[in-house]
């Protein structure tokens, strides 16, 4: 088993796929190595690419803000996404390239062990629950896979494009927080 450092290592120096190309950086993915909730979405941006950070442009600031509305901060959950590099011009990622750099994604989940995954936007939820995922149709829902509970909700980028997303994914946001409130108890027994 690596540790998150060791792993993030091997993925600064990745060119399994030919988004290594165009990259100014590997974005590896941030946040505590302890969380119990996991933030994924699809890849880096422009801003992203530029900082080698995740979700650091205005995405990334509504992101905090949601995050903080359920009563977390951003070092208390992990964020990452399904691929480590920009995609040109913010295409989305193809499968082979999503089918390549998962690999790493699924080392980050067993390392940092989360009870609850949130996927960020459709390309993560067809990456991670299935993949005839519909986002305005099965978010929200609440899938088991193996011991975690795993939800999608809107990717923050189109809620900023279509502000009459907001209530839907606020709603989500408001299960995230009671989900996390029931394993809470569950563990208190
Ligand atoms: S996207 Fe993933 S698999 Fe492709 S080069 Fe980057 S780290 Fe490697």
């Known amino acids: 088993m690596y540790t998150l450092d060791e792993l993030q290592s091997i993925v600064k120096k990745c060119h399994r796929c030919p988004l290594s190309k165009a990259r100014t950086n590997v974005v590896f993915g941030e946040g505590s190595e302890k ?10 941006g422009y801003n992203e690419d530029k900082m080698g950070r995740p979700f650091v442009g205005r995405a990334g600031e509504l992101l905090d803000r949601m995050i903080e509305a359920i009563g977390f901060k951003r070092e208390d959950v992990y964020i990452a996404n399904v691929v480590k590099c920009r995609p040109p011009n913010n295409r989305d990622p193809l499968e082979e390239e999503s ?3 998962i690999e790493f994604l699924r080392w980050q989940v067993k390392i940092v062990d989360p009870d609850i995954i949130v996927c960020l936007g459709r390309i993560a ?3 991670i629950i299935h993949k005839d995922f519909r986002i305005t149709q ?4 609440w899938y088991n896979k193996g011991k975690f509970n ?5 990717h923050p980028a189109a809620l900023l494009r279509d502000e009459s997303k907001k209530r839907d994914a606020w709603e989500d946001f408001k299960s995230i927080k009671r989900k996390y409130e029931e394993l809470n108890e569950d563990m208190k027994g």
């Open 35 to 44: 969380a119990t909730i996991m933030f994924i979405g699809e890849g880096p």
């Open 99 to 101: 089918e390549i750099c």
């Open 125 to 127: 939820a067809k990456s």
């Open 138 to 141: 099965n978010r929200g829902i």
């Open 150 to 154: 795993i939800m999608a909700t809107y």
